[in-house]
């Protein structure tokens, strides 16, 4: 991964999927949490179906076998990165910023499109 001008690794991820594919849901919270604890700048986006896990116990419903669980790999994104709800997707499920777990901002796409397009930044969506 290539370094910003700063010098610093940014990686943007962009989790589409949530209960509908636990595989997919699963690995992208996976790598922010590994990418976070790795001194990687992480930035992860919470899209569609996974715009669910935003909300306070959501996370804990989620299981996939030999998977970490989304609590976890929340605290850990949270703790050394962002992780952040679309405006669209929360205004389609009725949710507030009153509603989401602390530290889960809520933003649109030219928020998305200046991360991941800043000098050293990698995207990934899943």
Request: charged share 15%.
């Amino acid at each position: 991964m290539a370094n910003g001008a700063d010098g610093t690794r940014r990686l943007v991820i962009k989790v589409t999927a949530g209960s509908d594919a636990p595989e997919r849901c699963s690995q992208a919270f996976t790598v922010a949490a590994v990418a976070a604890a790795s001194g990687v700048e992480v930035s992860l986006w919470l899209t569609g179906e996974s715009a669910w896990f935003a909300l306070p116990g959501r996370a804990a419903e989620f299981e996939l076998p030999h998977a970490a669980p989304l609590p976890e790999l929340i605290a850990g994104i949270q703790a050394a990165g962002r992780i952040t709800l679309c405006t669209q997707c929360a205004a389609r499920r009725d949710i507030t910023e009153a509603d989401v777990l602390d530290g889960i901002r809520i933003a649109g796409a030219q928020v998305f499109v200046a991360e991941a397009t800043a000098l050293g930044t990698q995207a990934l969506v899943y």
